[in-house]
C-alpha cells in the first residue's frame, strides 16, 4: 500500500544466509541448501512461497553492470524450516542463475524473505499440481503440504528425459501417498492433460507453473475444458526478455524526461539523477513501485509480475524497472511519475 | 435494570498497560494500522510490546470465556476447511505467549518430525506434548484449546478468489456483534453495518492490506467504544442482559457513573498465518472505569474532546448516544473532590504538567 498514509512500511526481513550444501546431479540444474548465517531458525511460509536473492554486479564490462535479483520457489520444508531449499535452472550467461551456478558451500547470500503469491486454496477439493521443468519448484511444497495434511492432491511433472528435478522429493512424497506421475514428451502430457481436466472433482484447483508456452498451453485446456479461470492459478517464473518498447515522456519533478526505446523509466530516471528504491530491476520484488497518473487516452504496460491483477486495472502505481506507457498523441506527457 | 456492583479499585497493572486510544481531540475512522510489537508510552505507563497481552485479569476472564462458551456454543466456530489454520492459529498464540511471558509460557521442540511440541503454562498449570496436525494429542481442537489460554478474541480469515472471509474464531468478548451470525461472511460483509467507512474507503482499504499481508508482518490498530460496567461480553446474543444499562446508567449518581462507564479499547492484530495462508485477527478489550480515565489528567480532557465532538451517527453506532454527553460531562467536570487519588502518585507526578 505505498503512498497510503499509515500503511506503508511493510518491509520485508533480509536475511543473511549461507549456502551449506549443493547438488548438481541433474544437468542444467542446481539445487542449493541456504541456513541462517548466524544459525537462527528461518521464517516459515506458506507452501508456493518464493525468496528473492540478491545478486551482487559483475565486474565492469560483463555481462551484468547492475546488482540484480531472482526470485526462487522455496522447495523445502515450510512450517518449520532449519533451512531453505532453492533450485536454480542455468539460464544465459552472465544472469543471476550463472552466478548463483558457480557459489560454493559457505558463500554468504542475501534474500528478502519469503513472499507468498501462489498458495494452495485450502476450501479446495482436491489440488492437481502441474509443473513442466523447473517450474516443479513451488508444486513440491504444495505436495509436501498436501501429504502433512491429508489433502487430496496429485502432481505431473513434464520434464526431459534425465532431466527431472526434485525426482528424489516427488519420490518421497510419492512413497506418503501422494500421486506423483512423470511424463518426458509433450505428446503424452497433451493427451494426459485432457484426461485430467475431464475426470476431476467438483471443486478441484489446478495450479501450473513452468515455461511461459506450457502454461499457455494448460490454461486454455482448462478453459476449453470448463474450468473457471478463479479455480485456475499460475506461477510465473523466469523473466523473459521484455521488447524494448516505443519511447514515451514522463512527467515528473516539475519537469519532462524522454524514456527512449530499450531503456527502462527506472534508468530514465536515474539518468536525470531522480532516486528510486529498487532491487530486482526486473519486475519480481516490487522495491520500485511507483504512483503514477495515466493522462487521459494514455495507457501503462505493467508488464511485472508483482502487482495483482486488480492493481495492475487500477492503473495508480507501476514497476518503474519493467512497466512502460504507450505514447498517446496530444498530451504533455505519457504518463505522470509521483515520487 | 441489571443488577451491577461497583468495582472495588482497578488493579495497577490495568491502568499501567491501558491503550489510551486517542491521539487528536476528534476522532473518525481510519485504516489506522501501524506495525505491531513497538512498545506506545503513555503518561503511566506503555502498552504494545508484544502482540498477545497477559494481566492480572487472566485467570478472571479466561474463566468468563469458558463460562461463556458452556452456555452459548455459537461463540466458537469452524468452518471444515479452516482446520490446518486452526493449527496454524495455536502454535502462533502459543508462541507469543512464550515471547510475552517467558518466565510463564514455555514452547519447545521435542521432536522435528511431526514435528512434537512441548508446551508449558505456568499460570494454568498446564504441561502439554503434541503433535502437529494431531488432534489426538490435544486435551480440545487446537483453536478452542489456544483460546483457552490467551485473553484474545480471535477471528481467523480465510483468503480464496482474492477475497477475505471470517470463517473460524473464537470470539466470547464481543462489542455489540455477533460471531455466529458473521461465521463464513466476507470481509465487506461483517463490516456492513459501520457507518462512513464504506464511503470514505477506509473498510475497502483495509481489505486491500490484508489481502497483501505477508507471513511474518504483524500489524495492529485500535478500536474503541463505552461499555456500562465491567462486561466483557457485550456480544448480541445477550443483548437484553446489557442493552438496558445505557439508559439506567443516566440515573445513577456521579460517583457511581464514573466508576460504571468504562472506555472500551480494543487492540487488534493482524498477522498472516505460515502454513495455511489465513490471517489471524486478534481482540484484546481492556476496560478502564472514567474514573481511572479521570486518573490521568491528558486522557481526561481528550475523551472529552471526543465524546462531545463525536458525530451523531457514529455515536448511535457505537450504541453510546445515550450517555456520551453525560460521560464527557462528567470528565470534564470532575475536580479532585470526585476523583480517587492515584494508586502510585509518583507515577502520576511528572505527567501532570503535561
Redesign the interface.
Not at chain 1, 512450517?79 to 560454493?104: K, M, N, Q, T
Not at chain 1, 501422494?178 to 502430457?189: H, I, K, L, N, Q
Given at each position: 500500500?505505498a503512498g497510503?498514509t499509515?500503511?506503508s512500511?511493510?518491509v520485508?526481513?533480509r536475511l543473511r544466509l549461507v549456502v551449506v550444501a549443493l547438488d548438481d546431479s541433474v544437468p542444467g540444474i542446481r539445487s542449493l541448501v541456504l541456513a541462517d548465517a548466524g544459525g537462527a531458525p528461518l521464517?516459515?511460509?506458506?507452501?508456493g512461497?518464493h525468496v528473492v536473492l540478491e545478486v551482487p554486479a559483475g565486474p565492469p564490462g560483463s555481462a551484468r553492470p547492475r546488482p540484480t535479483a531472482n526470485a526462487y520457489s522455496l522447495t523445502g520444508e515450510?512450517?518449520?524450516p532449519?533451512d531453505y531449499r532453492i533450485s536454480v535452472l542455468r539460464a544465459r550467461e552472465g544472469g543471476g542463475s550463472a552466478w548463483v551456478h558457480d557459489l560454493a558451500v559457505g558463500d554468504r547470500v542475501t534474500a528478502l524473505?519469503?513472499?507468498?503469491g501462489f498458495?494452495?486454496?485450502?476450501?479446495a477439493a482436491k489440488h492437481l499440481l502441474l509443473g513442466a521443468g523447473i517450474g516443479v519448484t513451488p508444486l513440491v511444497s504444495h505436495l509436501r503440504?498436501a501429504v502433512?495434511?491429508g489433502r487430496d492432491a496429485e502432481l505431473v511433472h513434464l520434464h526431459r528425459s534425465g532431466a527431472g528435478a526434485h525426482a528424489a522429493d516427488l519420490a518421497e512424497l510419492a512413497a506418503r501417498g501422494a500421486r506423483v506421475t512423470t511424463v518426458t514428451d509433450r505428446e503424452s502430457f497433451t493427451a494426459l492433460l485432457d484426461d485430467l481436466l475431464r475426470t476431476q472433482p467438483f471443486g478441484t484447483h489446478l495450479y501450473c507453473c513452468g515455461p511461459a508456452g506450457f502454461m499457455e498451453l494448460v490454461t486454455a485446456a482448462a478453459a476449453r475444458s470448463g474450468w473457471p479461470a478463479?479455480r485456475v492459478h499460475t506461477e510465473s517464473f523466469g523473466v523473459e526478455a521484455l521488447d524494448p518498447g516505443a519511447p514515451f515522456q514522463v512527467a515528473v519533478a516539475g519537469r519532462t524526461v524522454e524514456v527512449p526505446a530499450g531503456t527502462s523509466l527506472l534508468e530514465a530516471l536515474e539518468d536525470a539523477g531522480l532516486a528510486v528504491p529498487n532491487l530486482c530491476r526486473q519486475g519480481v520484488c516490487g522495491e520500485c513501485r511507483v504512483s503514477v497518473t495515466v493522462p487521459e487516452g494514455g495507457r501503462l504496460v505493467h508488464r511485472d509480475l508483482y502487482l495483482?491483477d486488480?492493481e495492475k486495472r487500477a492503473g495508480r502505481c507501476a514497476m518503474a524497472c519493467v512497466s512502460r506507457a504507450l505514447p498517446t498523441s496530444g498530451a504533455a506527457a505519457d504518463l505522470e511519475v509521483h515520487l | 435494570m441489571t443488577a451491577l456492583s461497583l468495582p472495588t479499585s482497578t488493579a495497577a497493572d490495568l491502568l499501567e498497560g491501558f491503550p489510551f486510544p486517542f491521539s487528536h481531540d476528534s476522532y473518525r475512522y481510519?485504516?489506522?494500522?501501524?506495525?505491531a510489537r513497538s512498545p506506545v508510552a503513555t503518561p503511566v505507563g506503555q502498552w504494545g510490546a508484544s502482540v498477545v497481552t497477559v494481566d492480572s485479569e487472566y485467570h478472571r476472564e479466561l474463566a468468563e470465556r469458558a463460562v461463556l462458551l458452556e452456555r452459548d456454543p455459537s461463540r466458537y466456530g469452524v468452518l471444515p476447511?479452516?482446520?490446518?489454520?486452526c493449527w496454524d492459529a495455536m502454535l502462533v498464540l502459543l508462541r507469543e505467549l512464550a515471547s510475552a511471558r517467558p518466565d510463564a509460557f514455555h514452547l519447545d521442540?521435542v521432536d522435528?518430525e511431526g514435528?512434537t511440541y512441548r508446551w508449558r503454562n505456568d499460570l494454568l498449570g498446564i504441561e502439554q506434548t503434541f503433535v502437529?496436525?494431531r488432534r489426538e494429542t490435544l486435551p480440545a481442537e487446537p483453536l478452542a484449546w489456544a483460546c483457552q489460554q490467551v485473553q484474545e478474541d480471535v477471528v481467523l480469515l480465510?483468503?480464496?478468489?482474492?477475497e477475505l472471509y471470517g470463517d473460524a474464531g473464537v470470539v466470547t468478548f464481543a462489542a455489540d456483534w455477533s460471531f455466529g451470525f458473521d461465521l463464513g461472511m466476507t470481509f465487506l460483509e461483517i463490516h456492513g453495518p459501520v457507518p462512513r467507512v464504506h464511503a470514505e474507503g477506509v473498510i475497502p482499504?483495509a481489505r486491500?492490506?490484508i489481502l497483501?499481508?505477508?507471513?511474518?508482518?504483524v500489524?495492529r490498530r485500535t478500536n474503541w467504544t463505552l461499555t456500562v460496567g465491567r462486561r466483557l461480553d457485550v456480544a448480541t446474543e445477550t443483548y437484553p442482559e446489557w442493552g438496558p444499562d445505557r439508559a439506567m446508567v443516566l440515573h445513577v449518581d456521579d460517583d457511581a457513573f464514573g466508576h460504571l462507564v468504562h472506555l472500551r479499547v480494543e487492540v487488534q492484530h493482524l498477522l498472516?498465518l505460515?502454513?495455511?495462508?489465513?490471517v489471524m485477527f486478534l481482540i484484546r478489550t481492556h476496560l478502564l472505569p472514567l474514573a481511572d480515565i479521570a486518573r490521568v489528567p491528558a486522557w481526561r480532557e481528550r475523551t472529552a474532546a471526543v465524546l462531545t465532538e463525536l458525530p451523531q451517527d457514529m455515536a448511535d453506532y457505537k450504541g453510546i448516544a445515550a450517555y456520551r454527553s453525560r460521560a464527557a460531562a462528567w470528565l470534564r467536570d470532575c475536580t479532585s473532590t470526585t476523583t480517587p487519588a492515584p494508586a502510585s502518585p509518583s507515577a502520576l507526578a511528572p505527567e501532570e504538567s503535561r
Amino acid at each position: 500500500m505505498a503512498g497510503t498514509t499509515g500503511m506503508s512500511g511493510s518491509v520485508r526481513e533480509r536475511l543473511r544466509l549461507v549456502v551449506v550444501a549443493l547438488d548438481d546431479s541433474v544437468p542444467g540444474i542446481r539445487s542449493l541448501v541456504l541456513a541462517d548465517a548466524g544459525g537462527a531458525p528461518l521464517p516459515p511460509f506458506t507452501p508456493g512461497s518464493h525468496v528473492v536473492l540478491e545478486v551482487p554486479a559483475g565486474p565492469p564490462g560483463s555481462a551484468r553492470p547492475r546488482p540484480t535479483a531472482n526470485a526462487y520457489s522455496l522447495t523445502g520444508e515450510n512450517a518449520h524450516p532449519l533451512d531453505y531449499r532453492i533450485s536454480v535452472l542455468r539460464a544465459r550467461e552472465g544472469g543471476g542463475s550463472a552466478w548463483v551456478h558457480d557459489l560454493a558451500v559457505g558463500d554468504r547470500v542475501t534474500a528478502l524473505g519469503p513472499r507468498s503469491g501462489f498458495a494452495p486454496v485450502q476450501r479446495a477439493a482436491k489440488h492437481l499440481l502441474l509443473g513442466a521443468g523447473i517450474g516443479v519448484t513451488p508444486l513440491v511444497s504444495h505436495l509436501r503440504s498436501a501429504v502433512r495434511w491429508g489433502r487430496d492432491a496429485e502432481l505431473v511433472h513434464l520434464h526431459r528425459s534425465g532431466a527431472g528435478a526434485h525426482a528424489a522429493d516427488l519420490a518421497e512424497l510419492a512413497a506418503r501417498g501422494a500421486r506423483v506421475t512423470t511424463v518426458t514428451d509433450r505428446e503424452s502430457f497433451t493427451a494426459l492433460l485432457d484426461d485430467l481436466l475431464r475426470t476431476q472433482p467438483f471443486g478441484t484447483h489446478l495450479y501450473c507453473c513452468g515455461p511461459a508456452g506450457f502454461m499457455e498451453l494448460v490454461t486454455a485446456a482448462a478453459a476449453r475444458s470448463g474450468w473457471p479461470a478463479s479455480r485456475v492459478h499460475t506461477e510465473s517464473f523466469g523473466v523473459e526478455a521484455l521488447d524494448p518498447g516505443a519511447p514515451f515522456q514522463v512527467a515528473v519533478a516539475g519537469r519532462t524526461v524522454e524514456v527512449p526505446a530499450g531503456t527502462s523509466l527506472l534508468e530514465a530516471l536515474e539518468d536525470a539523477g531522480l532516486a528510486v528504491p529498487n532491487l530486482c530491476r526486473q519486475g519480481v520484488c516490487g522495491e520500485c513501485r511507483v504512483s503514477v497518473t495515466v493522462p487521459e487516452g494514455g495507457r501503462l504496460v505493467h508488464r511485472d509480475l508483482y502487482l495483482d491483477d486488480d492493481e495492475k486495472r487500477a492503473g495508480r502505481c507501476a514497476m518503474a524497472c519493467v512497466s512502460r506507457a504507450l505514447p498517446t498523441s496530444g498530451a504533455a506527457a505519457d504518463l505522470e511519475v509521483h515520487l | 435494570m441489571t443488577a451491577l456492583s461497583l468495582p472495588t479499585s482497578t488493579a495497577a497493572d490495568l491502568l499501567e498497560g491501558f491503550p489510551f486510544p486517542f491521539s487528536h481531540d476528534s476522532y473518525r475512522y481510519s485504516t489506522n494500522v501501524e506495525p505491531a510489537r513497538s512498545p506506545v508510552a503513555t503518561p503511566v505507563g506503555q502498552w504494545g510490546a508484544s502482540v498477545v497481552t497477559v494481566d492480572s485479569e487472566y485467570h478472571r476472564e479466561l474463566a468468563e470465556r469458558a463460562v461463556l462458551l458452556e452456555r452459548d456454543p455459537s461463540r466458537y466456530g469452524v468452518l471444515p476447511h479452516m482446520e490446518v489454520a486452526c493449527w496454524d492459529a495455536m502454535l502462533v498464540l502459543l508462541r507469543e505467549l512464550a515471547s510475552a511471558r517467558p518466565d510463564a509460557f514455555h514452547l519447545d521442540v521435542v521432536d522435528a518430525e511431526g514435528p512434537t511440541y512441548r508446551w508449558r503454562n505456568d499460570l494454568l498449570g498446564i504441561e502439554q506434548t503434541f503433535v502437529v496436525g494431531r488432534r489426538e494429542t490435544l486435551p480440545a481442537e487446537p483453536l478452542a484449546w489456544a483460546c483457552q489460554q490467551v485473553q484474545e478474541d480471535v477471528v481467523l480469515l480465510d483468503q480464496r478468489s482474492g477475497e477475505l472471509y471470517g470463517d473460524a474464531g473464537v470470539v466470547t468478548f464481543a462489542a455489540d456483534w455477533s460471531f455466529g451470525f458473521d461465521l463464513g461472511m466476507t470481509f465487506l460483509e461483517i463490516h456492513g453495518p459501520v457507518p462512513r467507512v464504506h464511503a470514505e474507503g477506509v473498510i475497502p482499504r483495509a481489505r486491500e492490506f490484508i489481502l497483501r499481508l505477508q507471513p511474518g508482518q504483524v500489524y495492529r490498530r485500535t478500536n474503541w467504544t463505552l461499555t456500562v460496567g465491567r462486561r466483557l461480553d457485550v456480544a448480541t446474543e445477550t443483548y437484553p442482559e446489557w442493552g438496558p444499562d445505557r439508559a439506567m446508567v443516566l440515573h445513577v449518581d456521579d460517583d457511581a457513573f464514573g466508576h460504571l462507564v468504562h472506555l472500551r479499547v480494543e487492540v487488534q492484530h493482524l498477522l498472516r498465518l505460515p502454513e495455511s495462508g489465513a490471517v489471524m485477527f486478534l481482540i484484546r478489550t481492556h476496560l478502564l472505569p472514567l474514573a481511572d480515565i479521570a486518573r490521568v489528567p491528558a486522557w481526561r480532557e481528550r475523551t472529552a474532546a471526543v465524546l462531545t465532538e463525536l458525530p451523531q451517527d457514529m455515536a448511535d453506532y457505537k450504541g453510546i448516544a445515550a450517555y456520551r454527553s453525560r460521560a464527557a460531562a462528567w470528565l470534564r467536570d470532575c475536580t479532585s473532590t470526585t476523583t480517587p487519588a492515584p494508586a502510585s502518585p509518583s507515577a502520576l507526578a511528572p505527567e501532570e504538567s503535561r
